[in-house]
C-alpha cells in the first residue's frame, strides 16, 4: 500500500508540474501539425507538438541536453518546436533534435 502512495504522489507531482499555457497554435496554412508552449512551475517553457489536435510529442525539457531544464525563453521553445515540425513536414521521423541545432536556437536572443 505504501508503494502505491508513492508511486501515485510522484506521478500526480508530474502532473502538476507540467501547467500547459495555450500559446501560438495552428498556422492558417498548415492545419495538419501545431505547437502548444508548456509553461513549467519553475517559470521555463517546454513545447508539445500536435497533429490534427492530438498530441504526438510532449518534451517539457531543452532536447538534446540531460536533464530536467526547460527553456528560460519562450521564444527558445518556441523556435524549437517550429524546427521540430519543419523535419515532420519534410518527413523525418523521429524528429530528433541535435546539441548543436538548440545550442544554435539558445544563441538567439
Same mark, same amino acid.
Not at 540531460?66 to 515540425?85: C, D, E, I, S, Y
Given at each position: 500500500?505504501?508503494?502505491?502512495?508513492?508511486?501515485?504522489?510522484?506521478?500526480? &507531482?508530474?502532473?502538476? =508540474?507540467?501547467? @500547459? +499555457?495555450?500559446? #501560438?497554435? #495552428?498556422d492558417p /496554412?498548415?492545419? +495538419?501539425?501545431?505547437? @502548444?508552449l $508548456?509553461?513549467?512551475?519553475?517559470r /521555463?517553457? *517546454?513545447?508539445? $507538438?500536435?497533429?490534427? !489536435?492530438?498530441?504526438?510529442?510532449? @518534451?517539457?525539457? $531543452?532536447?538534446?541536453y *540531460? *536533464?530536467?531544464? !526547460?527553456?528560460?525563453?519562450?521564444?527558445?521553445?518556441?523556435?524549437? =518546436? @517550429?524546427? %521540430?515540425?519543419?523535419k515532420?513536414?519534410? !518527413?523525418?521521423?523521429?524528429?530528433? %533534435?541535435?546539441?548543436?541545432?538548440?545550442?544554435?536556437? #539558445? &544563441?538567439?536572443?
Open positions: 500500500m505504501h508503494r502505491k502512495a508513492i508511486v501515485w504522489l510522484f506521478f500526480w &507531482s508530474f502532473v502538476t =508540474a507540467c501547467k @500547459q +499555457e495555450q500559446v #501560438l497554435s #495552428l /496554412t498548415e492545419k +495538419e501539425y501545431a505547437y @502548444q $508548456i509553461r513549467m512551475k519553475d /521555463t517553457f *517546454g513545447y508539445d $507538438i500536435l497533429q490534427r !489536435g492530438k498530441t504526438i510529442v510532449h @518534451q517539457p525539457y $531543452i532536447p538534446a *540531460g *536533464g530536467n531544464q !526547460g527553456f528560460v525563453k519562450k521564444r527558445h521553445a518556441k523556435a524549437t =518546436a @517550429q524546427l %521540430v515540425m519543419d515532420m513536414r519534410k !518527413g523525418i521521423f523521429p524528429p530528433s %533534435v541535435s546539441r548543436y541545432e538548440v545550442d544554435s536556437i #539558445l &544563441s538567439i536572443r
